[in-house]
Nanobody, 124 residues
């Protein structure tokens, strides 16, 4: 089991920046990749970014490429999503997720554990 707690969401004006954090708590010694997804009102949840166990390989959705960056803390149980040049269409609940294994990938991976989500609202 992996428990995930996100933080860092809030209200920001278009063009602004935010950094989301997610801390994983687990007793497992198995490696795991971490990722971020988001769900806007009335839309399906979509993949945003992911990072592998080592922190050296990342995947980013085309819709946020060049604006969002995912990174992993040295302790490996923390993942960050650095969001810049935010747009109103980035408004959503952002979820942190974990999948066992060393590689990241996207929505095709069997993401098994999810956080409660943190709201990001971008005003125009």
């Amino acid at each position: 089991q992996v428990q995930l707690v996100e933080s860092g969401g809030g209200l920001v004006q278009a063009g602004g920046s935010l950094r989301l954090s997610c801390v994983a708590s687990t007793r497992t010694f198995s490696p795991y990749a971490m990722g971020w997804f988001r769900q806007a009102p009335g839309k399906e949840r979509e993949f945003v970014a992911s990072i592998d166990w080592s922190g050296s390989s990342t995947n980013t959705a085309d819709s946020v490429k060049g604006r969002f960056t995912i990174s992993r803390g040295n302790a490996k149980n923390t993942v960050y999503l650095h969001m810049s040049n935010l747009k109103p269409e980035d408004t959503a609940v952002y979820y942190c997720a974990v999948v066992y294994g060393t590689s990241a990938g996207g929505s095709d991976r069997p993401w098994a554990f999810w956080g409660q989500g943190t709201q990001v609202t971008v005003s125009s």
